[in-house]
Protein backbone atom coordinates (compact mmCIF):
# COMPACT_ATOMS: atom_id res chain seq x y z
CA UNK A 1 0.00 0.00 0.00
CA UNK A 2 1.31 3.23 -0.92
CA UNK A 3 2.57 5.78 1.95
CA UNK A 4 0.78 8.75 0.05
CA UNK A 5 -2.28 8.27 -1.90
CA UNK A 6 -3.76 11.28 -3.68
CA UNK A 7 -7.38 11.58 -5.32
CA UNK A 8 -9.06 12.07 -7.85
CA UNK A 9 -5.89 10.28 -10.15
CA UNK A 10 -6.99 13.64 -13.23
CA UNK A 11 -9.03 16.14 -12.89
CA UNK A 12 -10.62 18.66 -15.79
CA UNK A 13 -12.19 22.52 -14.45
CA UNK A 14 -12.92 25.17 -16.46
CA UNK A 15 -10.91 28.55 -16.36
CA UNK A 16 -12.09 30.64 -13.57
CA UNK A 17 -13.29 27.47 -11.11
CA UNK A 18 -12.01 26.40 -7.84
CA UNK A 19 -10.41 22.92 -7.22
CA UNK A 20 -9.73 20.98 -4.54
CA UNK A 21 -6.54 18.31 -4.32
CA UNK A 22 -6.84 15.81 -1.65
CA UNK A 23 -3.61 13.69 -0.40
CA UNK A 24 -4.43 10.73 2.20
CA UNK A 25 -1.15 10.06 4.04
CA UNK A 26 0.00 6.85 6.56
CA UNK A 27 3.52 8.52 7.27
CA UNK A 28 4.29 8.34 11.22
CA UNK A 29 5.45 10.67 12.57
CA UNK A 30 6.14 13.22 9.93
CA UNK A 31 8.55 16.07 9.31
CA UNK A 32 6.68 17.89 6.65
CA UNK A 33 4.11 17.78 4.08
CA UNK A 34 4.70 19.18 0.65
CA UNK A 35 2.84 20.09 -1.94
CA UNK A 36 4.74 20.40 -5.35
CA UNK A 37 3.60 21.42 -8.97
CA UNK A 38 4.96 19.58 -12.11
CA UNK A 39 4.38 21.09 -15.96
CA UNK A 40 4.85 18.88 -18.54
CA UNK A 41 8.61 18.22 -19.61
CA UNK A 42 9.93 19.83 -16.18
CA UNK A 43 10.82 19.48 -12.81
CA UNK A 44 8.41 19.73 -9.72
CA UNK A 45 8.88 23.08 -8.06
CA UNK A 46 7.62 23.22 -4.41
CA UNK A 47 4.57 25.27 -3.83
CA UNK A 48 3.97 24.69 -0.27
CA UNK A 49 5.47 23.10 2.76
CA UNK A 50 4.13 22.61 6.16
CA UNK A 51 5.37 21.15 9.10
CA UNK A 52 3.24 18.82 11.63
CA UNK A 53 2.24 21.80 13.67
CA UNK A 54 0.96 23.85 11.32
CA UNK A 55 -2.52 23.49 9.48
CA UNK A 56 -2.39 25.86 6.81
CA UNK A 57 -0.21 27.27 4.34
CA UNK A 58 -1.04 29.98 1.31
CA UNK A 59 0.97 30.62 -1.37
CA UNK A 60 -1.12 33.09 -3.71
CA UNK A 61 -4.12 31.25 -5.22
CA UNK A 62 -2.78 27.99 -3.71
CA UNK A 63 -3.48 27.20 -0.08
CA UNK A 64 -2.42 23.56 1.20
CA UNK A 65 -4.56 22.44 4.62
CA UNK A 66 -3.32 19.65 6.94
CA UNK A 67 -4.79 17.79 9.50
CA UNK A 68 -2.30 15.85 11.74
CA UNK A 69 -4.97 13.58 13.26
CA UNK A 70 -6.40 12.33 10.37
CA UNK A 71 -3.25 12.31 7.94
CA UNK A 72 -4.93 14.20 5.34
CA UNK A 73 -3.80 17.38 3.27
CA UNK A 74 -5.53 19.16 0.56
CA UNK A 75 -4.40 21.56 -2.14
CA UNK A 76 -6.77 23.66 -2.76
CA UNK A 77 -6.93 26.15 -5.93
CA UNK A 78 -8.70 29.39 -6.40
CA UNK A 79 -9.78 31.24 -9.50
CA UNK A 80 -8.01 28.12 -11.62
CA UNK A 81 -5.75 29.87 -14.81
CA UNK A 82 -5.31 27.96 -17.33
CA UNK A 83 -1.37 28.31 -16.60
CA UNK A 84 -2.41 26.18 -13.60
CA UNK A 85 -2.31 22.81 -15.62
CA UNK A 86 -0.07 20.71 -14.43
CA UNK A 87 0.46 17.42 -11.83
CA UNK A 88 0.38 17.89 -8.40
CA UNK A 89 2.49 16.19 -6.26
CA UNK A 90 1.48 15.63 -2.29
CA UNK A 91 5.26 14.81 -0.44
CA UNK A 92 5.57 13.36 3.01
CA UNK A 93 9.42 13.65 5.02
CA UNK A 94 9.53 10.65 7.77
CA UNK A 95 10.17 12.09 11.26
CA UNK A 96 13.29 9.51 10.98
CA UNK A 97 14.66 8.71 8.06
CA UNK A 98 18.38 8.54 8.40
CA UNK A 99 19.19 11.65 9.09
CA UNK A 100 18.46 13.31 6.21
CA UNK A 101 15.33 14.64 4.49
CA UNK A 102 13.81 11.46 2.52
CA UNK A 103 11.07 12.45 0.38
CA UNK A 104 7.82 9.87 -0.31
CA UNK A 105 5.98 11.02 -3.10
CA UNK A 106 2.40 10.22 -4.41
CA UNK A 107 1.38 9.82 -7.25
CA UNK A 108 0.32 12.72 -8.08
CA UNK A 109 -2.91 14.41 -9.88
CA UNK A 110 -3.22 15.34 -12.93
CA UNK A 111 -4.93 18.91 -13.83
CA UNK A 112 -6.74 19.93 -17.03
CA UNK A 113 -8.10 23.71 -16.88
CA UNK A 114 -9.36 24.71 -20.21
CA UNK A 115 -11.02 28.15 -21.27
CA UNK B 1 21.12 31.38 -10.61
CA UNK B 2 20.77 28.91 -12.82
CA UNK B 3 19.35 26.51 -10.99
CA UNK B 4 20.08 23.05 -11.18
CA UNK B 5 21.43 22.03 -14.57
CA UNK B 6 20.97 18.72 -16.44
CA UNK B 7 22.19 17.69 -19.69
CA UNK B 8 21.17 16.04 -21.92
CA UNK B 9 17.60 16.96 -21.93
CA UNK B 10 16.69 13.96 -23.97
CA UNK B 11 18.75 10.81 -24.58
CA UNK B 12 17.72 8.05 -27.17
CA UNK B 13 19.95 4.81 -26.69
CA UNK B 14 20.19 0.94 -28.04
CA UNK B 15 19.96 -1.89 -25.53
CA UNK B 16 23.42 -2.38 -24.62
CA UNK B 17 25.02 0.86 -24.86
CA UNK B 18 26.41 2.83 -21.80
CA UNK B 19 24.34 6.31 -20.42
CA UNK B 20 25.68 9.15 -18.81
CA UNK B 21 23.63 12.11 -17.48
CA UNK B 22 24.72 14.99 -15.53
CA UNK B 23 24.23 17.98 -13.29
CA UNK B 24 25.63 20.66 -12.38
CA UNK B 25 23.82 21.53 -8.83
CA UNK B 26 23.22 24.96 -7.22
CA UNK B 27 26.26 26.42 -6.01
CA UNK B 28 26.48 26.32 -2.15
CA UNK B 29 23.93 23.57 -2.42
CA UNK B 30 25.82 20.43 -0.29
CA UNK B 31 22.83 17.97 -0.61
CA UNK B 32 22.37 16.11 -4.29
CA UNK B 33 19.30 13.27 -5.14
CA UNK B 34 18.93 11.36 -8.52
CA UNK B 35 15.42 10.76 -8.72
CA UNK B 36 13.65 8.23 -11.79
CA UNK B 37 10.16 9.32 -12.73
CA UNK B 38 7.73 6.71 -14.36
CA UNK B 39 3.91 6.61 -15.01
CA UNK B 40 3.94 3.26 -12.90
CA UNK B 41 6.25 4.23 -10.12
CA UNK B 42 5.96 7.75 -10.04
CA UNK B 43 9.53 9.39 -8.24
CA UNK B 44 11.78 7.06 -7.09
CA UNK B 45 14.48 8.27 -5.16
CA UNK B 46 18.00 6.71 -6.39
CA UNK B 47 20.89 8.18 -4.50
CA UNK B 48 21.64 10.93 -1.99
CA UNK B 49 24.84 12.83 -1.83
CA UNK B 50 25.89 15.37 0.95
CA UNK B 51 29.41 17.06 0.49
CA UNK B 52 29.76 14.74 -2.17
CA UNK B 53 29.79 11.75 -0.22
CA UNK B 54 27.07 9.28 -1.08
CA UNK B 55 24.94 8.37 1.84
CA UNK B 56 21.76 6.41 0.91
CA UNK B 57 22.12 4.32 -2.27
CA UNK B 58 19.29 1.84 -1.19
CA UNK B 59 17.05 2.78 -4.38
CA UNK B 60 19.89 1.96 -7.10
CA UNK B 61 17.88 -0.66 -8.78
CA UNK B 62 20.71 -3.04 -9.66
CA UNK B 63 25.06 -3.01 -10.06
CA UNK B 64 24.23 -1.23 -13.82
CA UNK B 65 23.28 1.56 -12.06
CA UNK B 66 26.40 4.19 -10.74
CA UNK B 67 26.81 7.51 -9.50
CA UNK B 68 29.46 9.80 -9.07
CA UNK B 69 30.20 13.16 -7.49
CA UNK B 70 33.73 14.00 -7.51
CA UNK B 71 32.87 17.53 -6.63
CA UNK B 72 30.65 20.19 -5.34
CA UNK B 73 29.55 21.12 -8.83
CA UNK B 74 28.98 18.02 -11.02
CA UNK B 75 27.00 14.97 -10.49
CA UNK B 76 27.01 11.36 -12.95
CA UNK B 77 24.51 8.84 -12.73
CA UNK B 78 25.55 6.38 -15.64
CA UNK B 79 24.06 3.10 -16.53
CA UNK B 80 26.25 0.43 -18.18
CA UNK B 81 24.52 -1.70 -20.03
CA UNK B 82 20.86 0.10 -20.37
CA UNK B 83 17.74 -2.15 -21.11
CA UNK B 84 14.75 -1.07 -22.26
CA UNK B 85 13.18 -0.54 -18.60
CA UNK B 86 15.04 2.09 -17.85
CA UNK B 87 13.41 4.17 -19.94
CA UNK B 88 12.16 7.41 -17.76
CA UNK B 89 12.66 10.56 -16.92
CA UNK B 90 15.86 11.29 -14.57
CA UNK B 91 15.81 14.04 -12.05
CA UNK B 92 18.55 15.52 -10.01
CA UNK B 93 17.35 17.57 -7.43
CA UNK B 94 19.56 19.75 -4.75
CA UNK B 95 19.02 21.32 -1.37
CA UNK B 96 20.93 23.61 1.18
CA UNK B 97 21.48 20.45 4.19
CA UNK B 98 19.74 17.15 3.51
CA UNK B 99 17.20 18.45 5.91
CA UNK B 100 16.51 21.84 4.77
CA UNK B 101 12.54 23.00 5.38
CA UNK B 102 12.77 24.95 2.08
CA UNK B 103 12.29 22.08 -0.17
CA UNK B 104 14.60 20.78 -3.17
CA UNK B 105 15.12 22.59 -6.22
CA UNK B 106 14.58 20.14 -9.10
CA UNK B 107 16.34 20.22 -12.86
CA UNK B 108 14.13 20.12 -15.63
CA UNK B 109 15.31 16.17 -15.92
CA UNK B 110 17.00 13.99 -18.33
CA UNK B 111 14.07 12.05 -20.54
CA UNK B 112 15.34 8.59 -21.42
CA UNK B 113 14.73 5.76 -24.19
CA UNK B 114 16.16 2.48 -24.74
CA UNK B 115 15.05 1.22 -27.94
Known amino acids: KNQVEQSPQSLIILEGKNCTLQ??????????LRWYKQDTGRGPVSLTI?????NTKSNGRYTATLDADTKQSSLHITASQLSDSASYIC??????????????FGAGTRLAVHP | DAGVIQSPRHEVTEMGQEVTLRCKPI?????LFWYRQTMMRGLELLIY????????DSGMPEDRFSAKMPNASFSTLKIQPSEPRDSAVYFC?????????????FGSGTRLTVV
Open chain 2, 93 to 105: ASSLGGGSREGYT
Open chain 1, 23 to 32: CNYTVSPFSN
Open chain 1, 50 to 54: MTFSE
Open chain 1, 91 to 104: VVSPMFSGGYNKLI
Open chain 2, 27 to 31: SGHNS
Open chain 2, 49 to 56: FNNNVPID
